[in-house]
């Protein structure tokens, strides 16, 4: 598999889009559009290398996300897994651990990118002044972020790969303190820290329920699934 271009990605992620009656510049819900699609999702602790893993079997599809990892960097985390899940020509059980080897790997960051900051959408959120400039400023920078769910990093790697910012505003932009400079602008800082711990989105539990109230399962084996699936956490952050 050869590896897309930025513009090949965005088309990509244009048409993913569409195919699912999304908007070509609004924001995602990950975890929504994850319900929508039918995708198991769990979020538990994994290594700190790893931050996701996909595998797929017929029209079954599954995503274990790892729950020490930033909200934002867990966004692009369900981004990237979608590529493998519907894009990917040779999909095999894998886990996400950060920077891209294979061309695959390279496909799913650029389509995770494309797919949670749309060209259209960002373009929608800068100044004509700092598009001529090559200069987004901090404040747009912290409000871009909070608007899409997307880390620091990934966000400014999306502006540069764009030609918005150059690579030594890249630099001074990335050298700051995150939470803080978050804070200081008036935003939560809730999406740099780690989060969802224990959280499965699953069509399961219903299923479940479904034979318990009509007497297929016992009171006792529901409880059990119950509890294999949600350990006794199944509120959503």
């Not at 993913?16 to 994850?34: G, H, T």
């Not at 630099?171 to 939560?188: F, P, S, T």
């Amino acid at each position: 598999m050869k590896t897309l271009t930025i513009t090949e990605a965005e088309t990509l992620a244009a048409k993913f889009r569409y195919q699912e009656a999304l908007s070509q510049s609004e924001p995602i819900n990950a975890k929504m559009l994850v319900r929508k699609l039918n995708i198991t999702l769990v979020y538990r602790p994994l290594s700190e290398k790893s931050f996701g893993i996909s595998c797929r079997s017929g029209e079954k599809r599954f995503m274990l996300i790892n729950s020490r990892s930033t909200r934002g960097r867990q966004h692009f985390t369900i981004a990237h897994e979608l590529y493998h899940l519907y894009f990917d020509e040779h999909p095999v059980p894998h886990i996400c651990c950060g920077d891209p080897v294979t061309g695959e790997e390279k496909n799913a960051n650029r389509f995770a990118s494309a797919l949670l900051m749309p060209r259209e959408g960002i373009l929608s959120c800068v100044s004509r002044d700092e598009i001529a400039k090559h200069d987004v400023n901090v404040a747009t920078v912290f409000r871009m972020e909070q608007l899409f769910g997307v880390s620091h990093s990934t966000l400014l790697i999306r502006l540069k790969d764009m030609g918005l910012i150059t690579s030594t505003r890249f630099q001074v932009l990335n050298c700051i303190k995150v939470k803080e400079a978050a804070r200081e602008w008036g935003y939560d800082a809730a999406l740099y820290e780690y989060g969802n711990e224990g959280v499965v989105i699953s069509d399961f539990g219903a299923k479940a329920r479904i034979l318990f109230e009509s007497g297929r399962i016992s009171e006792g084996h529901y409880n059990e699934l119950m509890k294999i699936l949600y350990g006794g956490e199944a509120e959503e952050d």
